[in-house]
């Protein structure tokens, strides 16, 4: 870890969970909280404001996830450390996080020291996975993907991943295009992507896989063939 102190963000909207990482932070001598958020938007405004060298974010957001966010928090500061902390199956979201920008991706599964530790690696300018996930996208470079089939899921996009997370919440089409600032229209092609996409034969069809992907991630991306890229 850097010997200079370190100031940190934490975003998540559940407030139990939040104040569960700022006292795993506190435990940290050199990092400081300079900032907590339930929403993107407070996250924003935090981040513009105190300039923090570290965000701990959390995907879910308002039923979103926090990818977006990711991005905006680099382009406020090229140079701060995200680490993804979420209950999403990192083999999903792991590299979408790195490509957004962050450092690093954590699932909620893992011990308090080995989120201290993912914590240090980030604000120490390395990058931050489990030892899983690290073998596996090793394993998907070196091999260019070959021989390790993947599930349809994988070839979302970061928005339609997003708009198929809205529908398994519950929301319809006209919720979704406001929560994304997004045209009805261009929600539905979304939708008609995420059908032809994964496989399914109509609208009722990928709102049950879409409550299926909220409620078990895995089990309902093993469930839809390699699909269309």
Not at 30 to 48: K, M, P
Not at 134 to 159: F, Q, W, Y
Request: no cysteine; charged share 25%; aromatic share 4%.
């Amino acid at each position: 870890m850097k010997k200079r102190a370190q100031t940190a963000l934490v975003v998540d909207d559940h407030p139990i969970m939040r104040r569960g990482v700022v006292d795993l932070l506190s435990m940290i001598p050199d990092v400081t909280v300079v900032g907590e958020a339930a929403t993107r938007g407070e996250a924003l405004a935090i981040a513009q404001q105190q300039q923090p060298d570290l965000a701990i974010v959390d995907v879910s957001l308002d039923g979103m996830h926090g990818l977006d966010l990711v991005k905006q928090l680099v382009l406020f500061r090229s140079d701060i450390g995200i680490l993804v902390y979420s209950m999403h199956d990192e083999t999903i979201y792991a590299e979408r996080a790195l490509r957004a920008g962050a450092r690093g991706y954590l699932m909620k599964q893992a011990p308090p020291e080995a989120f201290l530790d993912a914590v240090m690696r980030v604000a120490a300018g390395q990058v931050a996975l489990s030892p899983a996930m690290a073998d596996r996208m090793m394993t998907h470079v070196v091999g260019a993907g070959r021989g390790e089939p993947r599930s349809a899921v994988h070839h979302l996009s970061d928005r339609e991943l997003e708009v198929l997370e809205l529908l398994g919440n519950g929301f319809g089409t006209s919720e979704i295009a406001e929560k994304l600032n997004l045209s009805v229209k261009t929600v539905e092609t979304y939708r008609e992507h995420l059908k032809r996409k994964l496989v399914l034969p109509n609208a009722t069809a990928l709102v049950r896989f879409a409550t299926s992907w909220v409620l078990d991630p895995a089990s309902a991306a093993a469930r839809v063939p390699g699909g269309a890229s």
